[in-house]
Structures are given as structure tokens and as C-alpha cells.
């Protein structure tokens, strides 16, 4: 070209840059210089120059001309070719972020992971998986004990997208338990020639479901992708997934955007579990992040658990979702027996029952049950004693400086606030409420539970099982096994029995799911419990007196579609989530009241009916208030989050944190 001859124009690129302002969260064009030209295209990650600072950006599309009339930047470089970002996960992620009013830029950065050199490096160039092909038989499995589980798998073999919410049979022998049920569903979804995404709570249900994936497809045929793998056998792993080396997934929800080719099957574990629900912002839950997902691929939906969370009750009245439950009599010669018991005890009759803060049936019932196997305690909280009441009026011990809970800890003579630390000697208690000076044990800890245990059982091995130190499984020898709740370990055989202690502990929780995510957390343990007629039994202690609690009755007849129901429409006569829809605002009182008030008078321009709840006292230095729309119109509310966001981002005003969805609990 010669010097008089005009420049040809630079070609474009619009990225998305991870700038992490809501008002900044749209496309930005970059001219595109000619050595950069083959390696910038569209998925791929770069560096821009972005309010005089280099960010990381990735490359949405090309464009032959800009759409911009100013003058473009150009792209400082491309720090990888390979294009991470594909179309379905860009679509999916911005579905997510605009459904919680969220940022695009926030959804990537958990979708995507950071990008390892080596891995991209070291990672061989393999061949595609082989798929069976759709005549390859379809095996019904564990799916045989329930009566639409082998239509559903037929439909998925076949291409189709059914959609189920699966209440799986407690008791059930490893060869047959729900890991294995995931991983025929799995095959399922193969015999079409189309991948699967599966997503647990956590490290120890990956570990079965893997097993379990090996045992039905065979070696090399899933990768397992979770946010607690080190960087470089993460990205390892993700980019099998990208290049098609694989195309089955188990992870945890950081594996919920896995660039799955031909997906054909999203499923999930235990949908009420707290770890499905991502703490940060937009805060977007992996039922939701998979349901975006199957609706773009016309995949296969499949919920799994034990419980059932009041969310999929919801989606199952919508008719999103199909009801697929074993039959009574299945359910019947599963379950253990249930016994429920209060917590009255007498030190001078109950003798080694008291000593263990057992009622005395649970403590024959764990004795008996010693001599066929383990036995699982279950205990609400870590710790020695971290509740403590008054012994004459029973109200909890409150710290004088902050009102925090108090508790004591192993071997310790003073009692200790659990938020300030401020700390006072048991003879310098005095309760506020009747002057009484004597405490009593609110809730015991997993700690002081063994160690009291351990007198009461003189011989028995006791193992614990909670917090940094969880057990995956344990031996079909005699032991006592104590367990916070969601570190239960799986006992080769089943456990003999199931102690679950200090039922009021969870049931008094001020939250809106306390009742539904207490019975989860209940049918979790009993559900590692042999059947009742192989001598299974499950001893529910310390509940409540006067008429049985909904989730206690559910417990005992082994319902929880009844709780979920129930709940559901309680929450619809109280306009509740998930049957309303409701942006929480949280953060200092005048910039909560302002953020609030910008976003009524959105509604009031949309014409959206609403309410506004609060303000309400988080803590001392923060408040919320609740904004609650009718849930169809909940993109309406979506849309007026976003730009509430967008406005105070621009003007740099005090930070609110805004999420849409509530769980009942301040914060």
C-alpha cells in the first residue's frame, strides 16, 4: 500500500469489560490492531484500556464497522485465543444476571474460570468421546422402584426434555442409591448423543456420584468441576469441556455454566441445601442458573432429594415440573421407624441417659442398636456449648455490649460472646429477665456431645464428624458416629439407628424456610438409616411440647411433599417467596431509604402494583427494606433493580446491597 493510498479501518470488537459497575454493564467497541487480528475473536479473553486502567474484557462479536462515532482504543492484547466464552454461556449468564437484576460482568466471572497457561499448555490435543449411539439399549436401573422412572428415562434417550422434581427412596443399598440413579439418568441422556451437567452440595457427594459415573459409563468419560480444585486442574478440566474432549459434568455450583456441548440433561441434588445458593452477587441460586440453562438447549431437567424444598413445590404447581415420588408401599418398606420424644430428664432416675442429655428411650435405643452397627448423632452445631439459657426462665443468654449469643468453649472457665468476644465467669451471671444466676446448656456442641457420650458408652469408639474435620464414610462396626448436620458420613450397611438432638434448636430458628430446611436436614441423616424392617430405627429428641409441629409430624409419617405444600400455601394467603416476588435492600439507613424510594417510583412509572415493607433493623448499623411485587410482574422488578443500581453506580453514591429473592432471616 502506498503512503497516499487511505487506511483501511481498523476491524472492531465489542467486548464485555469486568468492570464491575452496574451502570457500565453493556458492550464497548475496541478497534482491533492488525497483529491482533487472527488471535481476537469472539470468546476470546483480553486486556483494554478502560477509565485509565488495563481490564480484563472478552471479545463478544466482531464487527466489520463501528457503531461508535468517536474514535476507538484499540485492544492493549489478547491474553488467550482460545474463546471461553461461548454463545450459550453468554446467553445463559446474561438470562441469570438481567433475572436477579444483576451485572453481566459478575455472572462471568463465576462462570468462567481464571486462565492457567500451563493447563492450556500441557492439556494434549484428544480425540472426541465415542457416544453410544440411539440404538444402544437403555437400562432402567434403580429407576425400576419408581412408577414414571422408566418413562422418564425413555423420553430422555430419545431426545425429548421432560422435567421432574424425583423423591428418592431413603435406605437404599450403594448399588441402587441415588448416585447411581444420576448416573443412569446420565446414560440416558448419551443413548441421544447429548451431555449431561450435574450439580451436588459439596466435596463428599461428588465423590459418590463420580464413583458412581465411573461404575455406568466407564473410565475418562466426566471430569468433575468444582471451585475448591486448584486452579490449574480446574481449568484443566473446564477446557476438556470446551474442546469436547468430554461431555458429562458432576461439580458443585461453580459447575453450573460448564460449557457443555449438545447439553442434554441439567440435573441437581438436594435443592433446598444452603450451598446451591451463591453468596455472591447477583446471588443466583443453581435451580435457577439450570432452569435458564435446559430452557436455551432444550435439555432434560431432573431435581433430586430426600425432602423436598417449598421452590420446587412451587415449580411442580406451576406445572413446570412433574411429580415423580415412589409408591406408598415403597416409601413404607424403606423408611426406619420413627420415635419422637421430648426432653425431660431426670439426673437421679435416668442415670447414664442423662448423662449423655438423652431421653432415656433414645439412650436404650442406641444401646440396642450398638450391638447391630453404628449409630449416627445428630447435633445442630459445632462447638462445646455454644447456647446458653438461664436454668429458671430458659431465655437465651445475651451479651451485654452487642447482644450477641453467648456460649463457652471446650475446657474454658469464662463465658464468651460468639460476634464481640466480650467474655464474663458463670458467677457473674444474672439473668435480665428474673434475676435467676444459674445457666443451664442451651444448645451442647458436637464436642461436649461425644465426650458425654463417651461416659455413657464406656467401650464404644466415638467418632465426630463436623466442621474442617468430615468424614466421608465409616465401617459397619459398633461406634458412635456424632455429625453436624450436611458432615453426616455414610455407614457401609446403613446406620443401625439415628439419634437427631436438640430438635427445638433448629425448629426455633427465625428464618422462612426453618421449618422445611429443618425436616431437610432431618430426613438427610435418617436416610443413611437401614429400613425399618431390618431394625432401623430414627429417635427425634428434644422436640417441642403440645401439639406436634408440622415439620416433626412430617418427619414421622415421612412426608415432605405434605410440609412443602403446606408451606406453599401458607406463603401464598401471606403473598411470601416464592409466591410473590421481593427485592431486599440492606445497607445504612439514608441510603437504604434513598434506593428504596428511586425504586417505588420506578414501579409507580411502570405501573407495577407493590408494597414496601420496613425499614428493619439488621444490626446496629444497617437496615433492610423489602419491596414485594406480584410474581409474574418479578422482570418488572428485575428491570427497575437494574437500573437503580446503574443510577447510584453512576453517581458513586453510598453502596446498597439489592438482591432479588428474601430467605426471612435480617441481612
Known amino acids: 500500500m502506498s503512503i497516499d493510498e487511505p487506511r483501511r479501518p481498523a476491524p472492531v470488537a465489542a467486548v464485555v469489560v469486568d468492570s464491575g459497575l452496574a451502570h457500565l454493564d453493556r458492550l464497548f467497541e475496541y478497534a482491533v490492531p492488525p497483529d491482533l487480528d487472527e488471535a481476537a475473536q469472539p470468546g476470546a479473553r483480553v486486556r483494554v484500556r478502560f477509565a485509565g486502567r488495563d481490564l480484563d474484557a472478552f471479545i463478544v462479536e466482531r464487527r466489520s464497522a463501528p457503531e461508535h462515532s468517536g474514535r476507538l482504543a484499540e485492544l492493549r492484547r489478547v491474553v488467550s485465543p482460545e474463546p471461553v466464552l461461548t454463545p450459550e454461556v453468554l446467553a445463559s449468564a446474561r ?13 462471568l466471572r463465576l462462570a468462567i474460570p481464571k486462565r492457567h497457561a ?21 437400562t432402567v436401573g434403580p429407576w ?35 448416585p447411581i440413579a444420576l448416573a443412569y439418568a446420565v446414560s440416558a441422556a448419551q443413548i441421544s448423543g447429548r451431555g449431561a451437567l450435574l450439580v451436588v452440595p459439596d466435596a463428599r457427594d461428588i465423590q459418590r456420584v463420580d464413583a458412581a459415573l465411573t461404575q455406568v459409563l466407564g473410565r475418562r468419560r466426566h471430569v468433575i468441576l468444582t471451585a475448591d480444585q ?55 441460586h443453581v435451580r435457577d442458573v439450570l432452569a435458564v440453562r435446559a430452557r436455551a438447549t432444550r435439555a432434560a431437567v431432573l431435581v433430586g432429594g430426600f425432602s423436598r424444598s417449598v421452590q420446587i413445590q412451587d415449580w411442580i404447581a406451576q406445572g413446570r415440573l412433574v411429580d415423580l415420588q415412589p409408591t406408598p408401599d415403597s416409601v413404607r418398606a424403606a423408611v426406619p421407624r420413627v420415635r419422637v420424644m421430648g426432653e425431660g430428664l431426670d439426673p437421679g432416675r435416668d442415670g447414664p441417659a442423662a448423662q449423655a442429655q438423652l431421653p432415656p428411650t433414645a439412650w436404650r435405643v442406641a444401646k440396642a442398636a450398638l450391638e447391630q452397627g453404628p449409630v449416627l448423632v445428630q447435633v445442630p452445631r459445632r462447638g462445646y456449648r455454644p447456647s446458653l439459657r438461664c436454668q429458671t426462665c430458659r431465655e437465651a443468654v445475651r451479651c451485654g455490649r452487642c447482644h450477641g449469643p453467648m456460649g463457652q468453649g471446650d475446657g474454658a472457665s469464662s463465658i464468651e460472646c460468639r460476634w464481640c468476644g466480650w467474655t464474663f465467669g458463670p458467677a457473674g451471671f444474672e439473668c435480665p429477665h428474673c434475676h435467676g444466676r444459674v445457666l443451664r446448656t442451651g444448645v451442647v456442641g458436637s464436642r461436649r456431645t461425644a465426650e458425654e457420650l463417651g461416659r455413657a458408652f464406656p467401650g464404644v469408639a466415638v467418632l465426630t464428624s463436623g466442621g474442617d474435620q468430615v468424614l466421608a464414610t465409616v465401617g459397619a462396626g459398633s461406634a458412635l458416629v456424632v455429625a453436624t448436620p450436611g458432615a453426616e458420613p455414610v455407614a457401609d450397611g446403613g446406620y443401625a439407628a439415628c439419634l437427631l438432638l436438640d430438635a427445638w434448636a433448629l425448629l426455633d430458628r427465625p428464618e422462612l424456610d426453618a421449618a422445611p430446611e429443618t425436616l431437610r436436614r432431618w430426613l438427610a441423616a435418617a436416610a443413611l438409616t437401614r429400613p425399618g424392617s431390618d431394625g432401623g430405627q430414627v429417635v427425634l429428641a428434644g422436640a417441642p411440647d403440645g401439639p406436634a409441629l408440622p415439620a416433626v409430624e412430617a418427619l414421622a409419617r415421612w412426608d415432605p411433599v405434605w410440609l412443602a405444600g403446606r408451606e ?73 433493580v437494574r437500573a437503580v443500581r446503574a443510577t447510584r453506580s453512576a453517581r458513586k453514591d453510598i453502596a446498597v446491597g439489592v438482591r432479588m429473592g428474601w430467605t426471612g432471616s435480617p441481612g
Not at 421432560?162 to 442409591?177: I, N, S
Not at 481449568?235 to 474442546?243: E, G, I, M, N, Q
Not at 458432576?250 to 449438545?262: I, K, L
Open 230 to 284: 486448584g486452579p490449574q486442574a480446574r481449568y484443566t478440566a473446564w477446557l476438556k469441556v470446551l474442546r469436547g474432549h468430554v461431555d458429562v459434568v458432576v461439580g458443585t455450583r461453580a459447575a453450573s455454566y460448564a460449557p457443555v456441548h449438545n447439553l442434554g440433561l441439567v440435573a441437581w441434588w438436594d435443592d433446598g441445601d444452603d450451598l446451591h445458593e451463591e453468596p455472591r452477587a447477583p446471588y443466583a
Open 144 to 178: 425400576a422402584a419408581y412408577p414414571a422412572g422408566e418413562a422418564f428415562l425413555r423420553r430422555v434417550s430419545r431426545g425429548e426434555a421432560p422435567a421432574a422434581a424425583w423423591l428418592a427412596l431413603p435406605g437404599r443399598p450403594a448399588e441402587t442409591d441415588w
Open 568 to 640: 406453599l400455601a401458607e406463603r401464598g394467603q401471606l403473598r411470601l417467596p416464592p409466591t410473590v416476588a421481593i427485592a431486599q435492600l440492606v445497607g445504612p439507613r439514608a441510603a437504604v431509604g434513598e434506593a428504596a424510594d428511586a425504586l417505588v417510583a420506578t414501579l409507580q412509572a411502570s405501573d407495577c402494583p407493590h408494597d414496601r415493607l420496613g425499614p428493619l433493623a439488621a444490626d446496629p448499623d444497617t437496615v433492610q427494606i423489602l419491596v414485594r411485587v406480584p410474581r409474574d410482574r418479578s422482570a418488572v422488578l428485575a428491570t427497575a
Open 118 to 138: 500451563a493447563a492450556e499448555r500441557a492439556l494434549a490435543i484428544e480425540p472426541p468421546v465415542v457416544v453410544p449411539t440411539p440404538d444402544a439399549a437403555l
Open 95 to 107: 438470562d441469570v444476571a438481567d433475572a436477579a437484576g444483576g451485572v453481566l460482568g459478575d455472572v
